[in-house]
């Protein structure tokens, strides 16, 4: 790619979107996260005493990001979070990983049980593929049992490529995986 882009690495919280993130940070990609931004442009509310969270108002932050972004990024960039894939980015990479597998890395997380079966249902449902902008190139890696490395080898050769394939529709259904066990 002779351009920048921006990159949003999105997925249910728990499937690695922030160590796959540093790991490309690592490789010379720029990173920013959802929160830094919404921080950055007073998009942010308070502590939410029921789930420990900083609601982000995603409408606004879009909006203003759509500003601040008018010209093509200088290189390429990661926008880290699970909202990432609102927002006015060039290609969009979802993180995916067995629900089974995500209910125990969101209990050693210390995750309230109606936060874990919230998060569990979004990825068994696809998650942020219920928002796919076809506009802009999608894709999705597996985290359950692949070797992180791999995982971010694959994204870098998918932004070096272009994006080949500009449309990957999402392939992991974990109901049917659910079904065959």
């Known amino acids: 790619m002779g351009e920048g882009a921006r990159v949003a690495i999105t997925g249910t919280p728990g499937v690695g979107k922030t ?22 442009f007073g998009c942010i509310g308070e502590v939410d005493p029921e789930d420990g969270a900083r609601p982000i108002d995603i409408e606004k932050l879009g909006g203003s990001l759509s500003e601040a972004w ?7 960039g990661v926008v880290d979070g699970h909202l990432s894939h609102n927002l006015p ?12 597998t995500l209910k125990v890395r969101l209990g050693e997380r210390g995750y309230s049980e109606s936060k874990i079966n919230s998060n569990y249902e979004w990825e068994l449902l ?5 928002d796919w902008d076809e506009s802009v190139p999608w894709t999705e890696f597996d985290t359950t049992a692949s070797e992180i490395g791999s995982v971010v080898d694959n994204i870098e050769s998918w932004i ?22």
Not at 89 to 100: G, I, K, Q, T, Y
Not at 126 to 130: D, K, L, P
Not at 160 to 180: C, N, Q, Y
């Open 126 to 130: 696809g998650g942020a593929w219920n």
């Open 160 to 181: 070096s490529d272009g994006f080949k394939p500009m449309r990957l529709g999402s392939t992991i259904d974990w109901v049917a995986h659910m079904e065959e066990s």
């Open 70 to 76: 008018i010209e093509p990024a200088e290189g390429v």
């Open 89 to 100: 980015v060039d290609a969009v990479v979802v993180l995916r990983c067995s629900p089974e």
């Open 19 to 40: 160590t796959v993130s540093r790991m490309l940070e690592e490789r010379g990609f720029a990173l920013v996260s959802v929160e830094g931004l919404a921080e950055d």
